[in-house]
C-alpha cells in the first residue's frame, strides 16, 4: 500500500531533549516536506526537500533541522525543544507538489513540557 | 508574508444540509487544491483544479476555480455525518520549488 510513515504517533518530551520523528514513503517520490499544524493557523510548512542532499526551509524553520540522505526518508530533528513547539506534525511526499499535491503522513502529536 | 484566507472558519450545518466555503488568495494561483482532514489523521487530497473557470466534482463535492484566479470555492451537496473534518485549500507557494502552501482551514460539524 502507497503511503507516508511517520513515527512516532504521540510523543511527551522534556525541554532541551534532542528528538528525531521519522517519516518514510514508498512511493519513490522526489518532495518531502514537513508541516505542523496548529490551531487557527492551519498547515505551516517546516522544511522541504526536493531529492536526496536537498532540504530548503519552509516558513517556521527555527528550531527544527532535517535531513535527506535517502530518497525514502525525511526526518525531523529537534535539537533542543521548547514548549512552542508543541504541535501536530505531519510528513508529506509528492511526485510534483503544485500539480498532484501532497500525500501526508497520520501525523505525530508531540508535547514539550 | 503569503496568505490564504479560507472563510467560514467553521460551521455546524445540519444533515442534509449543502455547504459552502471559500478560499481567497492576494496573489494570482495557477492551481488550486482541496483537501480534507479527518479527526486524528492527515489531510487527503479531495479536488484538485488548475485552470481559471474550471469546475470539478468528485461525488457530492464540486469544487470551483475563480476566474479571477484569486480565488476557489468548495460545495458539499446533502452532507453527511462523515463530512465532518478540517477543509483546507492549497496553492502554490512563492518559495518557489513546486511548493504548496496550505489555507487556514474550515472547520466543518454535521449534526445528525
Known amino acids: 500500500e502507497a503511503q507516508v510513515t511517520q513515527n512516532p504517533r504521540y510523543l511527551i518530551t522534556v525541554t532541551g531533549k534532542k528528538l528525531t520523528v521519522t517519516c518514510s514513503q514508498n512511493?519513490?517520490?522526489?518532495?518531502m516536506s514537513w508541516y505542523r499544524q496548529d490551531p487557527g493557523l492551519g498547515l505551516r510548512q517546516i522544511y522541504y526537500?526536493?531529492?536526496?542532499?536537498?532540504?530548503d526551509k519552509g516558513d517556521v524553520p527555527e528550531g527544527y533541522k532535517v535531513s535527506r540522505k535517502e530518497k525514502r526518508n525525511f526526518p525531523l530533528i529537534l535539537e533542543s525543544p521548547s514548549p512552542n513547539q508543541t504541535s501536530l506534525y505531519f510528513c508529506?511526499?509528492?511526485?510534483?507538489?503544485?500539480?498532484?499535491?501532497?500525500?501526508f503522513g497520520s501525523g505525530t502529536r508531540l508535547t514539550v513540557v | 508574508g503569503q496568505q490564504l484566507n479560507q472563510s467560514p472558519q467553521s460551521m455546524f450545518i445540519q444533515e442534509g444540509e449543502d455547504v459552502s466555503m471559500n478560499c481567497t488568495s492576494s496573489?494570482?494561483?495557477?492551481?488550486w487544491l482541496w483537501y480534507k482532514q479527518d479527526p486524528g489523521e492527515g489531510p487527503v487530497l479531495l479536488i484538485a483544479?488548475?485552470?481559471?473557470?474550471e469546475l470539478t466534482s468528485n461525488g457530492r463535492l464540486t469544487a470551483q476555480f475563480g476566474i479571477t484566479r484569486k480565488d476557489s470555492f468548495l460545495n458539499i451537496s446533502a452532507s453527511i455525518p462523515s463530512d465532518v473534518g478540517i477543509y483546507f485549500c492549497?496553492?502554490?507557494?512563492?518559495?518557489?520549488?513546486?511548493?504548496?502552501?496550505f489555507g487556514t482551514g474550515t472547520r466543518l460539524t454535521v449534526i445528525p
Open positions: 508529506a511526499s509528492s511526485l510534483a507538489p503544485q500539480g498532484m499535491g501532497y500525500t
Open positions: 512511493m519513490n517520490h522526489e518532495y
Open positions: 526537500s526536493m531529492n536526496v542532499e536537498v532540504t
Open positions: 496573489s494570482i494561483f495557477n492551481t
Open positions: 483544479l488548475y485552470k481559471a473557470g
Open positions: 492549497a496553492g502554490p507557494s512563492k518559495t518557489g520549488a513546486n511548493n504548496l502552501f
